[in-house]
């Protein structure tokens, strides 16, 4: 029985996923198509679907279910006043001349943060699990707790979405100067100062939250713009961009100064959603009885808080999903209906659902642009050559990764040993400010000799601090703060990657490898080879690597 998840069309993080009796057979952001970022402007997944549907060698006349990430009957009509004909009526969304479909499938609702939930838990290593949901919000909530027991999510406690810990720190983006979307720069930035400001947290019964002393039914905007003007009243005006001329693209861009004064508001802004964090773990740990802990929402995107939770000693196992921000949902939509129909959903051993090209596609689309190439004998190694002898590497394999991180398909890889290798990457290859920390990928059994209380983290969403000893061998993957965000690999869930690192470990000592997201500023990462080229051409990239075709310049 095919099921067909979808999430954004309430505005952003489009994405499709399909399952057939439980199983997971394809998921991918329309961002990864559409070229447009968090699908802003492109809100409903229109190209996800028809990758899912044509992976599967099927039509919407073949799906069963439409499982939708929201449940319009829950939104608050100050959230939404214009109520869109498809909230009655999601077939307006499926042009027939697009999918030429005879009979449109049922549909399930699920709301926003169920539907989160469920792409953590039933897709978790769990059989019980307490599970955490923290973003902007979803229809009414901005936060939810739930026990996930017998194949079942149980609501425990709800917080209203104007008490949001995600648009909190959204705003705080915002007074930095950075885009609402750009959480994770402010993540980055807080390690540069100290958190001097103080945020007053008060209680939500037993759930610490924040507090604004305004009536709920005003819309979240205004909330956000409340926070915008307590951070004016401490002295912190909204930080503004620069046009700035790039000698590298031969064009003017938006470029951020930031004082101590942003640096102090950005770590105070992390010390209070970790504190906030740590407590809502601890509180719904206590409720449910369950040290088994699974993590969904935007915030679960924070990988320094989710470091802290994990060696808090509050839980004993972590399950976060790779696509824990909107995009999961169409994942969680897609679960949360399969198993009302019985099915039990697959265990999650890796995030690569997207779409794959053979050698020979990437060839034609090489001589179609007339660019040489070569085809190598083993592909692993011979990547690992160049970045033993200190080359960037762009590392394009099988399916795509879904998820914001890449881990090993899509991917920029480098030396991390080489001096001043992330002021290379980020100045002549990404294009993006200069304080943002690169993660390692590391071979799962090598990471306890080089991160301290490390567990597992194969979807590179933990920090960890780098043992003293290690640091200096590795500076190009070392924050500010002594910590770093590795990925763990496993031979199981990735062998040529697993492979390349293994191979660079034999040449250099060091089983680990610089790894980025291949795009540039302000793109989603690549998807095609066609993507893959032109980033390549259109950056300081020195290798690029498709599946075993190799490309130089010069």
């Not at 999430?7 to 994405?15: I, K, V």
């Not at 099927?58 to 869109?84: F, G």
């Not at 697009?98 to 449109?104: A, S």
Request: aromatic content about 10%; overall charge negative; proline content about 5%.
């Amino acid at each position: 029985m095919y099921v067909l998840g979808i999430s954004g069309a309430l505005g952003h993080d489009a994405a499709a996923c399909l399952m057939k009796n439980g199983q997971l057979l394809a998921m991918v952001e329309e961002e990864r198509l559409s070229r447009k970022t968090h699908s802003i402007g492109h809100p409903f997944p229109e190209l996800a679907i028809e990758y899912c549907l044509n992976q599967e060698g099927i039509t919407l006349d073949d799906i069963d279910y439409i499982a939708l990430s929201w449940d319009h009957t829950l939104i608050p009509p100050e959230k939404n006043p214009l109520r869109p004909e498809y909230y009655e009526d999601p077939s307006i969304l499926f042009s027939r001349e697009r999918f030429r479909y005879t009979k449109f499938p049922k549909v399930e609702v699920v709301d926003h943060h169920l539907a989160h939930a469920a792409s953590a838990f039933y897709c978790s290593p769990f059989e019980e699990a307490s599970v955490l949901v923290v973003d902007g919000a979803g229809e009414h909530r901005s936060t939810s707790l739930y026990w996930g027991k017998d194949r079942e999510l149980i609501k425990v406690e709800d917080v209203h979405h104007n008490e949001s810990l995600g648009d909190f720190y959204a705003s705080v983006t915002l007074a930095l100067g950075f885009d609402w979307t750009d959480a994770g720069k402010t993540m980055g930035l807080a390690s540069y100062g100290s958190p001097e400001y103080e945020i007053p947290l008060i209680s939500l019964d037993d759930i610490k939250g924040y507090k604004i002393n305004i009536d709920h039914d005003v819309d979240m905007m205004y909330v956000m713009g409340i926070w915008l003007k307590k951070f004016m009243g401490l002295g912190i005006k909204r930080n503004q961009k620069n046009r700035n001329y790039n000698p590298f693209t031969y064009k003017y861009s938006d470029e951020l100064e930031f004082g101590k004064d942003y640096k102090n508001l950005a770590a105070s802004a992390q010390k209070a959603l970790e504190e906030c964090y740590l407590n809502l773990v601890k509180v719904l740990v206590e409720r449910t009885g369950s040290r088994n802990l699974c993590l969904a929402g935007g915030v679960a995107l924070n990988c320094v808080a989710n470091g802290k939770v994990e060696r808090s000693g509050i839980v004993d196992s972590m399950f976060i999903q790779p696509a824990a921000y909107d995009a999961g949902a169409a994942l969680g939509a897609a679960a949360e209906v399969s198993t009302r129909l019985g099915f039990n959903v697959e265990k999650m051993q890796h995030a690569y659902a997207g779409p794959s090209y053979s050698n020979e596609q990437i060839i034609q689309t090489l001589k179609h642009l007339g660019i040489p190439y070569h085809v190598s004998e083993d592909a692993s190694v011979e990547a690992a050559g160049y970045l033993a002898d200190g080359l960037t590497v762009g590392w394009f394999q099988g399916r795509a990764e879904f998820g914001p991180r890449a881990l090993g398909n899509r991917s920029i890889l480098a030396n991390p040993s080489v001096e001043g290798i992330a002021d290379k990457v980020n100045k002549e290859i990404k294009f993006r400010e200069g304080f943002r920390p690169f993660g390692p990928s590391v071979l799962e059994e090598f990471a306890p000799d080089w991160f301290e209380e490390i567990e597992k983290s194969p979807y590179m969403l933990k920090s960890y601090q780098v043992r003293d000893d290690k640091a200096g061998q590795i500076k190009g993957v070392v924050h500010v703060d002594g910590s770093s965000r590795p990925q763990t690999v496993s031979l199981e869930a990735n062998e040529p990657y697993y492979r390349l690192i293994d191979a660079f470990r034999k040449k250099t000592g060091i089983p680990m490898v610089l790894n980025t997201s291949f795009n540039l500023r302000g793109e989603p990462m690549v998807c095609s080879p066609y993507d893959a080229i032109r980033t390549y051409f259109s950056s300081g990239l020195d290798v690029l690597v498709l599946n075993d075709i190799f490309v130089k310049k010069g």
